[in-house]
């Protein structure tokens, strides 16, 4: 069973990986020039802040789930050393997922709020409709937060995974007492 939950993991993880790192290439490489009356206008990433921030969200999460890949072969050696280093251990994988989780979701949800306010625009502060002009840039930007949400996913299971592993080392009838040794 266990060896089964480490492959679902290892796949989930590969699956977030490359999610994350489509993303970050999408949203990092899109970039759209117009000539508009002589004058040539580039759309670009770099011109709205949450997409900037989105790249490097998804950046820092792909290199977490890349080392929390290499790593597990590790903590499946943690099988044979104390139960108290394997439950630091446990509650550290559990944080540390979680928190990616949480920040890669709000660092989409911030990036499909700003799109949204580029394709629809905002006429209170002046703010035109990108999608317009530029229609390959917003499909691009589409396609990746897309992407980013199915990364999403993928680590929401990834995390119940890690949470697992962490509560299935208490005692069902104690209240977060350790299993005994067997």
């Known amino acids: 069973m266990g060896s089964g939950i480490q492959k679902m993991e290892a796949l989930l993880r590969l699956t977030a990986i490359s999610m994350l790192v489509l993303t970050a290439c999408l949203v990092g490489f899109d970039s759209q020039t117009k000539v508009v009356f002589y004058i040539e206008k580039k759309a670009s990433f770099k011109d709205l802040r949450a997409l900037v921030g989105l790249v490097y969200v998804t950046s820092l999460a ?8 290499s790593c597990s072969s590790f903590s499946a050696r943690c099988k044979g050393s104390s139960l108290q280093s394997c439950t630091y251990l446990a509650w550290l994988r559990f944080v540390l ?3 990616a989780v949480y920040v890669v979701f709000a660092g989409n949800l911030a990036a ?11 006429e209170n502060f002046q703010w035109v409709k990108w999608c317009g002009k530029y229609s390959r840039f917003c499909v691009q930007i589409g396609g990746s937060l897309l992407c980013g949400f199915g990364a999403s996913v993928a680590m929401i299971f990834i995390a119940s995974i890690s949470a697992f592993n962490l509560f299935r080392l208490y005692s069902p009838t104690k209240f977060m007492h350790l299993k005994p040794k067997s």
């Open 112 to 122: 499909t709020e700003h799109a949204l306010l580029v394709v629809t625009g905002e």
């Open 62 to 69: 792909a290199a977490y789930n890349l080392l929390q890949l």
């Open 97 to 99: 997922d979680q928190a």
